[in-house]
């Protein structure tokens, strides 16, 4: 029997070759075209609080009245508002810092299942990428105030955590808006994950619940008042290497 041998170009399939590794290619490009264009446009927009929120909350409701409050207040003092950029309490971020005098950011997310895009973004941009659009919301952000949401929500609420607790971001105020929303999740932290050791006593303290709209931007300036809102040379580097 003859040993069979085969040049490796002989087991690739072309047109395998084309469609993943090809396309992968010009995904990481993308990606980098992304970050690049979203970096340019906001470098001037500090400081600036990213909003998070639920999509599916419905102009009228209280939790949509107090999102637009804060953000109304938080314009009004300096802060550019950037959210989400779609429909529901990030409309509701958008609505109130439009009617301020700092711009509302919208960093609209391209999604099958969800329409993007409003009239109250005095600064739109358009994302396909969630890695690039996650890096705004952080690089930006001199506070996170996070509303009432659903798996979107959670997962910005806990990549800030994480990035702080691990030192890969500077520490910032992360508040959280709707007590008895949030009241269930917080006792979860705070018996099982910490009580069992997954997270440490400090961990728990990197955020704290408000609900009042000017006690919101009060625990802001609050935080910054012994230092600029701008980042240090060493937070730079930490926003740099996240």
């Not at 704290?208 to 919101?216: G, K, L, N, S």
Request: proline content about 5%; hydrophobic content about 40%.
């Amino acid at each position: 029997m003859r040993l069979q041998t085969h040049k490796i170009p002989d087991l690739i399939d072309p047109q395998v070759l084309y469609s993943t590794n090809g396309q992968e290619a010009w995904r990481v490009l993308g990606i980098m075209a992304e970050f690049q264009i979203a970096a340019d446009q906001l470098n001037g927009v500090r400081p600036a609080v990213s909003m998070f929120g639920s999509a599916r909350v419905k102009e009228g409701h209280p939790y949509y009245t107090t999102a637009k409050a804060i953000a109304r207040k938080l314009s009004d003092a300096g802060f550019s508002v950037i959210s989400g950029g779609g429909p529901g309490l990030m409309q509701a971020a958008n609505h109130g810092a439009h009617a301020g005098r700092a711009p509302a950011i919208g960093l609209n997310i391209v999604l099958p299942a969800e329409q993007g895009g409003h009239q109250y973004q005095d600064i739109s941009l358009n994302f396909r990428y969630f890695f690039a659009r996650k890096m705004m919301f952080v690089r930006f952000a001199s506070a996170y105030v996070v509303l009432p949401g659903g798996y979107g929500t959670l997962d910005e609420l806990t990549e800030c955590l994480t990035l702080v607790q691990t030192g890969k971001s500077r520490r910032i105020p992360i508040i959280l808006v709707g007590g008895t929303f949030w009241q269930g999740f917080l006792d979860w932290l705070d018996d099982k994950v910490k009580g069992e050791g997954m997270i440490g006593e400090h961990d728990i303290g990197l955020m704290r619940v408000i609900d009042d709209p000017d006690a919101v931007v009060e625990a802001i300036f609050s935080f910054y008042e012994n230092r600029g809102f701008q980042p240090s040379r060493d937070e730079r580097e930490k926003l740099l290497n996240l």
